[in-house]
């Protein structure tokens, strides 16, 4: 019967397209490790059912216990005989007939008889409400230093259609079998036990070429030192490799300890991040429990297309995969008693709508079924309210939370720039002093400062002269004082050579000879009076480059050009070649800081570069008077913050803006909550709310589209992170005419204004 927990829930669910995690592309799965009562499989079915009760009001889709849960792994030769397997097949009946008023589907470990008693699997049961839905055998049964498997089991591999004994019946084993979940897209279970994932080419590899997106390992697994960390390298090369979810449960409290240890470790991996882990060597129940990101899995695969090459490789061996078994999460099941369908509830608990492409999606899969078996099948359920999400999200995608992994990601990606300027330098005369000179115009501000510094080292990899960088500050209309010395007191610190051209004359001359107000002394502050500015500094640079025997090194980052945050041709985005077009926005601070505490420059060079962190980010082409606030580029075009969090999921995840608005309302909807970059200042700590988000979602999308044009015409710059780049030689391909018509209407009709 339906708690009054469980129809709170669903009614929230079924209003609020941010209360459930299933409606954004998750599953929550919980890796269970509990003390066993060795040799009394029917306690040992309370103690799972207490578990899993548990896990059922946390909203859990998949639970997955250690290899033999139900009777225990160390049983030696007790495993062959009669009252421990009709016991422990008892015990698989009680889990079973329970299971109708649990939402999670069940992933344990139990000794079953083959039909004609003579042999005895070592068997992963697959259970959901009431229903077997799979019997996966231990297809590699070891038999070396410790382990004697093959003395009690039979081995699973070519055991597909071999049936068990179960409650007076018989149940066929599925050492291939892949259980898809109709309800939720992209989930597809494959189970493994233990010594499966330790051989040469373990069945989940197969599996997942076969489509199963998330791995269950049942494992025994006696510990000793060093071989906790050999699991984890098994579960993330599988996962990796696979781009999938791996979900690994290990024996621990209870085993015998005649001549082995156990630490009941468990993990779970996604596509080789480790998404969480448990302690070892507990007392009592311990549970990693996170949300696995199916959306992701099914992205990479679709992209990574030497993934599908691998399946047709192996395609004759992936016809035993051909038995699917079907569930539905959230129901509708055929045990009649899982719901409470009184006039009460009825009452209580709202009719089911549907939010969002997934739901729209699965309801259509089931209607399709519907009409194909011409059976008339209940709508799908809603999926229920989950709380917050369970997994690591960073506020900063680019930018690690770990400072020891920011550290690493700002030596790579500054080493990244340098290399890719050292080596066009030198292909066009730069590796001798004399040579091509790089030409950059400097503004005090957080890009010029990084490209700089770029170009400083670079010259120093070359040995030639900081002195040949020609180094210049164009000042115009709106530009500070405070901007104007920091460009100066750097490039001198550095050893630059540095020069000041004052653009205004000019600038006013172009505005005059076009008409334009302000060259008659209007103040009229248009764009074209802003790109004027930006035009002519560019044109000054190009010139320079000719006039000095040099190149052009652009400035602008990776969020400027998702943005389209740049004057077109002969403006700052045209160079000869770009060092920071791979950096976005929400990085460059970080590297500036790192190469600080690197003493990668002298003190000098170092506090002028803190000066230019504490400068707020400002295109300076509008004059501001006095008591006003100077132009802000947050406030015309919306936080870095939020459009880098938007891109790298829409770049590097291929996620629509549904859930990016998600994603973005757990990791920005409370300051509090969750880490913040190392060196992250605490006065710009600060949430979003959902109207916010919406708000610059909708402007991120509205200028991605719009200003494809200009990617389509970048010039040359290297690739720095694994988040991808916009160059269209690279990452990205899109027409320049591409409407964003249907991202919009996703924005209107899924993602929540208030």
Not at 340 to 362: F, H, N, Q, T, V
Not at 410 to 415: I, K, L, M, P, T
Not at 428 to 444: C, Q, W
Not at 561 to 582: E, F, I, P, Q, R
Request: hydrophobic content about 40%; proline content about 6%.
């Amino acid at each position: 019967m339906t708690s009054a927990t469980d129809t709170a829930g669903h009614a929230a669910a079924a209003t609020d397209p941010h209360a459930s995690i299933y409606d954004h592309g998750f599953v929550r799965v919980a890796a269970v490790t509990l003390p066993v009562a060795l040799a009394d499989p029917a306690a040992n079915a309370q103690r799972h059912l207490e578990v899993l009760r548990d896990l059922h009001d946390q909203q859990v889709g998949i639970a997955v216990f250690p290899e033999l849960s139900l009777t225990g792994y160390s049983l030696d030769d007790l495993v062959l005989q009669e009252p421990l397997l009709d016991a422990a097949e008892q015990a698989v009946l009680t889990v079973l007939e329970a299971s109708e008023d649990l939402m999670p589907i069940i992933v344990l470990g139990a000794p079953l008889r083959a039909k004609d008693r003579s042999r005895v699997f070592n068997c992963g049961v697959v259970i959901h409400r009431g229903q077997i839905l799979g019997i996966a055998p231990k297809q590699n049964l070891p038999t070396y230093r410790e382990f004697y498997e093959r003395r009690w089991f039979a081995p699973g591999d070519d055991a597909a259609g071999e049936e068990v004994i179960l409650g007076g019946q018989f149940a066929q084993l599925s050492p291939h079998g892949i259980i898809r979940v109709e309800d939720v897209p992209g989930l597809s279970l494959f189970v493994e036990v233990c010594e499966d994932m330790w051989v040469p080419v373990p069945p989940s590899a197969e599996a997942a070429l076969a489509g199963a997106t998330v791995i269950a390992n049942l494992s025994g697994s006696p510990i000793t030192i060093g071989r906790a960390e050999d699991r984890k390298l098994m579960a993330r090369s599988a996962s990796a490799r696979g781009q999938a979810a791996y979900i690994y449960a290990a024996a621990g409290e209870g085993e015998s300890t005649t001549d082995l240890a156990w630490d009941g470790q468990t993990f779970v991996y996604e596509c080789g991040d480790l998404l969480g882990e448990s302690e070892r060597f507990p007392t009592g129940v311990r549970s990693t429990i996170v949300d696995v990101d199916l959306d992701r899995i099914v992205a990479e695969r679709r992209r990574q297309n030497t993934f599908d090459d691998n399946r047709r490789t192996h395609a004759a061996s992936l016809e035993k995969f051909d038995g699917w078994e079907e569930t539905t999460l959230f129901g509708p099941w055929d045990a009649p008693d899982c719901w409470d369908d009184s006039d009460e509830d009825d009452e209580e608990m709202p009719e089911p709508i549907l939010l969002g492409g997934r739901r729209r999606a699965a309801q259509a899969r089931h209607d399709a079924r519907s009409a194909a078996t011409g059976a008339e099948l209940p709508a799908l359920r809603t999926p229920p309210a989950t709380g917050p999400l369970r997994r690591h999200l960073d506020r900063f995608p680019f930018v690690p939370d770990d400072p020891a992994r920011l550290a690493q990601d700002c030596y790579e990606a500054y080493n990244i720039q340098v290399a890719g300027l050292v080596r066009r330098l030198k292909q066009i005369g730069g590796d001798m002093p004399g040579g091509t000179r790089p030409v950059i115009g400097v503004s005090g501000g957080l890009d010029s400062t990084h490209a700089l510094i770029v170009c400083a080292r670079a010259m120093d990899v070359l040995g030639r002269d900081r002195s040949e960088i020609l180094a210049f500050t164009m000042p115009g209309f709106a530009t500070t004082e405070h901007t104007r010395s920091n460009a100066e007191l750097l490039s001198r610190a550095i050893g630059a050579s540095f020069e000041t051209i004052d653009i205004r004359p000019a600038s006013t001359q172009m505005l005059k000879d076009m008409g334009h107000p302000f060259g008659e002394g209007e103040p009229v502050y248009d764009v074209t009076f802003e790109n004027v500015q930006a035009g002519m500094r560019y044109d000054y640079l190009f010139r320079l480059a000719n006039h000095h025997g040099g190149i052009v090194v652009g400035t602008g980052d990776l969020s400027e050009l998702a943005l389209g945050w740049c004057t077109y041709g002969v403006g700052d985005h045209m160079s000869h070649y770009g060092v920071n077009a791979g950096v976005p926005k929400t990085l460059i601070q970080h590297l500036i800081r790192w190469v600080i505490s690197e003493g990668i420059f002298d003190a000098a060079t170092a506090e002028v570069l803190r000066a230019v962190l504490d400068t707020e980010i400002s295109p300076e082409l509008i004059p501001t008077a006095p008591g006003q606030k100077a132009q802000s580029t947050e406030d015309s075009i919306g936080p870095y913050a939020l459009h880098d969090f938007a891109l790298y999921h829409l770049l590097r995840r291929g996620y629509g803006p549904g859930k990016i608005a998600y994603l973005a309302h757990q990791a920005w909807g409370d300051a509090e909550a969750g880490e913040w970059p190392a060196g992250y200042a605490e006065d710009d700590r600060r949430a979003y709310d959902r109207g916010e988000i919406k708000h610059w979602l909708t402007v991120f999308t509205r200028r991605f589209f719009s200003n494809q044009f200009k990617r389509s015409a970048l010039p040359n710059a290297p690739k720095v992170l694994a988040g991808g780049s916009l160059s269209p030689r690279g990452d990205w391909r899109m027409p320049s005419d591409a409407a964003s018509t249907a991202w919009l209407a996703e924005i209107e009709r899924d993602v929540p204004g208030d």
